[in-house]
């Protein structure tokens, strides 16, 4: 039997059952989940998906990502609700596509762990299961395993195990959604574009996992705890100097109360930290002595920033603890008309955390 997989939460508990009941059956997994955006978070819930069937033996098969052509299909279907017209779209293309793969592979019959989620139309699915097979020598399996306590067991044995639980479905139309709905920003597609993990980041995640599958290898005992804390993301922002763009650096956690701010100074200093709405600005002579570090320009420190707990704890050093102060470095700090233009958010957020046993 072809398993097409969507999700390690969900696949975890339905393959056991699978198990139980067709124990004359060979189980293959399928992760076949195009429709999954940005692609980090794709490679996220795929480990997960080998971590759990790496732990029942069952072989998995990691489907291309074909994020081009599931996008094709979703055309006027933008603003469908969930368990509307873009999910059935959705379930045809992903349970369609696995059903030639089962082919392919010479197997008899296919279901999809997409029956487990409490958050799927179990009709839509069965549907789609269906049409799959039509034509094909192939027989779909649609079994409600979330009757009868089974939701409630799903996730005991998702949390007791670890697994990684994601809190979106999966697409762009419905994240963007879902976010707009909680009034949170859309975080999942935001990241610096040095690479530096941000916290509560899908990079910081991956990393998290990373050392979850480690600990499990090693047999080191570790422990799993969600912990709250006020995130934060800049959106844009920059400098004007006498009408001329500076190259310039903003600290995490500068929060502006207006998007524009304009003052002036009357002379040329390593640190201005009086300016309205509480900006800072630092010179680079004052910032690489503050940080212990020998960076050339601004530019270089945009291109190589600190780490982030490292600036966090500069952050600080300057204004103190719990400081959202902003905080921007410039190669040098001259007299004249400064003009500054950034937009950023602060939002509650949680995060999963590792400490060992």
């Not at 939460?9 to 992760?31: M, Q, T």
């Not at 998995?60 to 081009?68: K, N, R, V």
């Not at 763009?245 to 201005?272: D, G, M």
């Not at 600036?311 to 001259?334: T, V």
Request: hydrophobic share 35%.
């Amino acid at each position: 039997m072809l398993v097409h997989i969507c999700c390690s939460v969900d696949s975890h508990y339905f393959l056991r059952r699978l198990r139980a009941d067709f124990s004359n059956e060979r189980l293959i997994g399928y992760f076949y989940d195009p429709n999954i955006h940005p692609y980090s978070e794709y490679v996220m819930r795929f480990l997960d998906v080998k971590r759990s069937c790496d732990q029942m033996g069952i072989e998995l098969i990691m489907g291309e990502y074909d994020y081009e052509a599931w996008l094709s299909g979703t055309k006027g279907l933008e603003n469908e609700p969930e368990k509307g017209k873009r999910c059935v779209y959705c379930f045809e293309f992903r349970v369609g596509n696995s059903a030639k793969k089962a082919v392919e592979l010479g197997e008899k019959s296919i279901t999809t762990t997409l029956l487990m989620s409490p958050k799927k139309d179990f009709i839509q699915l069965e549907n789609a299961l269906n049409n799959a097979v039509r034509g094909y020598d192939l027989t779909a399996v649609a079994i409600d395993y979330r009757k009868n306590g089974g939701t409630n067991e799903q996730f005991e044995l998702a949390k007791k195990d670890k697994l990684y639980h994601q809190n979106y479905c999966g697409c762009v139309f419905g994240l963007s959604k879902q976010r707009e709905a909680q009034k949170l920003p859309v975080s999942e597609l935001m990241s610096e574009i040095n690479g530096r993990i941000l916290p509560g980041s899908i990079e910081e995640r991956l990393k998290l996992y990373e050392r979850v599958r480690e600990c499990e290898s090693g047999g080191v005992k570790f422990h799993l705890s969600r912990k709250y804390f006020l995130n934060y993301r800049l959106l844009r922002a920059y400098v004007k100097f006498n009408n001329s763009i500076l190259p310039s650096f903003f600290f995490l956690y500068s929060n502006f109360k207006r998007e524009n701010v304009k003052f002036s100074l009357n002379e040329t200093a390593e640190i201005c930290d009086e300016l309205r709405d509480g900006v800072t600005l630092l010179s680079l002579k004052r910032f690489n002595k503050l940080s212990k570090k020998n960076y050339k320009n601004v530019i270089e420190i945009c291109k190589h920033p600190l780490d982030v707990n490292d600036e966090l704890s500069l952050r600080r050093e300057i204004c103190g603890d719990f400081s959202q102060n902003p905080i921007i470095i410039l190669d040098e700090i001259h007299a004249g008309r400064y003009e500054i233009y950034a937009k950023n958010v602060t939002y509650n957020d949680s995060r999963e955390i590792l400490s060992l046993e």
